[in-house]
């Protein structure tokens, strides 16, 4: 497997998860929130893992120590929120509010106040190491780091024209990122390895 394809792969999947983020937001800044639209967000994090992979291997050269120990936190992060995402969407979306309400008043909410904690931070870290590395667009990297820490941090609230836009720029954010990633990544099927195929010496940003 080569790196190309893990690139080309994760940047994929940056671009479903960006649409399955942006185009719900988007629709429930109208409508409100409908079983269609939580369970395309719902499901839509399964995509997060690929998507950050291909973002740190993009740039992995240009971050060094800081940019590794960023995307474990972020990666530990996203995969906490991920199932976030998935019971808050899937499962406590089709319970009576006050049932919901009394599932995260008890440990559950703790587990889920915990896992917005380490996402928050990971999305930070990641953020800024983007930001250092000037290698991918700075204005993406900077949409990336506010929207997804928004997010975490407004889950537990009632939807609002307020999440939905920061759905919608969370999603654009990472939609730009992982096109920039495809667009600089040459469609071979056994390309070189990473450390041929971005040098250290390559900082060359892309589509700022």
Known sequence: MSTSW??????????????????????????????ATSFVIGVGAAFGGPALTALYLRQRAATGRFGAVAYAVNMIGLG??????????????????????DVLDGPSGVAVLGSAVVFVAGT???????????????????????????????APLPDSPVISAVHVLAGASLIWLCTAIWMSTPPTAGGPPAASLFPHTDHTPVNR
């Open 124 to 154: 930070v870290m990641f953020a800024v190491s983007m930001l250092r590395a000037r290698v991918l667009p700075r204005v993406a990297a900077a949409g990336y780091g506010v929207a997804f820490t928004l997010l975490a941090l407004l």
């Open 6 to 35: 893990l690139l080309r792969f994760g940047a994929a999947c940056g671009v479903v998860l960006g649409l399955s983020t942006a185009v719900p937001g988007l629709v429930e800044a109208f409508i409100g929130e409908t079983a």
């Open 80 to 101: 906490l929120f991920a199932g976030v995402a998935f019971a808050l969407n899937m499962v406590l979306y089709y319970l009576d509010e006050a049932v919901a309400d």
